[in-house]
């Protein structure tokens, strides 16, 4: 979970994310971090849901979805979530105390259906490879300002390898499927990283409002500048962040997009 000095803590304080009421969609969320801060930050009346392919114990008040966000069933899930205006919104418990309720008491969000796909056999959650189209034909309602809801979308997903053992692997603590395990080859961690940050941001076009924010963590190549050029299209200010809490020798960065702008089709922003 976040600690002080840590890049969450570090980037929201730099650049104020995270406001109270807000909704927030943190892709990638385990081991929780992100999910955390936000948690925190937008207390009272917000709601934060975290999706990862990974089985993982979210941060008290925090909603979540496991299956692979690449695929089309788990993103329609997501949508059907946020564009809910009630799931996910705190629940008052009982208190047992005014300085419980002042210091300590964080409100219970409601906890996302479980999503109709088939899981396979030996495996944990949702594997994209397996899933067919829902028997109910769910899909993702027309875009428009309307189903534009969320206020920050975070990005600190990882590409997936193949799994080849590990199949009977319950553990929530040391997951063997990841959506990306860093390889040392940097090229293949630059390439999966720019799929899914690029999958991230067209996810943003579809569901974050006007005035909304971005925070994307990518490792350093040659292709980011173009994704930054797309960023740059959608959003009035654009950051490049490396916080102090990362390792020098670490390729990996932030970029920290501010402020959706007003009338912007996915064409115009995607165009190369």
């Not at 937008?42 to 496991?66: E, F, L, M, Y």
């Amino acid at each position: 979970m976040a600690s002080r000095g840590t890049p969450e803590l570090l980037i929201n304080d730099k650049y104020k994310i995270f406001q109270k009421g807000a909704t927030v969609v943190d892709l990638g969320f385990a081991p929780g971090s992100w999910s955390q801060v936000a948690a925190n930050r937008t207390t009272p009346g917000g709601r934060v849901i975290g999706v990862d392919i990974i089985p993982a114990q979210p941060p008290r008040g925090v909603s979540t979805i496991q299956g692979d966000f690449l695929s089309p069933v788990i993103q329609a899930e997501v949508r059907s979530f946020v564009l809910d205006g009630k799931r996910g919104r705190p629940r008052l418990g009982k208190l047992l105390s005014e300085a419980d309720e002042s210091e300590d008491a964080i409100e219970e969000p409601e906890e996302p259906s479980p999503v109709p796909t088939p899981t396979e056999p030996g495996r944990m959650g949702l594997d994209a490879q397996s899933q067919t189209a829902s028997p109910v034909g769910l899909r993702v309602a027309e875009v428009s300002e309307d189903t534009r809801v969320v206020d920050v979308v975070l990005s600190d997903m990882s590409e997936p390898w193949e799994q080849t053992t590990g199949f009977s692997k319950k553990s929530i603590s040391d997951p063997y499927r990841r959506m990306m395990n860093t390889s040392g080859v940097n090229f293949r961690d630059h390439a999966g990283s720019m799929d899914l940050c690029n999958a991230a941001l067209e996810f943003c076009i579809d569901t974050l409002q006007d005035g909304g924010h971005f925070v994307c963590k990518f490792y350093q190549g040659s292709e980011d500048k173009l994704l930054e050029r797309k960023l740059r299209r959608m959003f009035r200010k654009v950051h490049r962040d490396k916080p102090d809490a990362s390792r020098q020798e670490s390729r990996e960065a932030y970029f920290v997009a501010l402020r959706r702008k007003e009338g912007l089709s996915k064409v115009d922003v995607l165009a190369e």
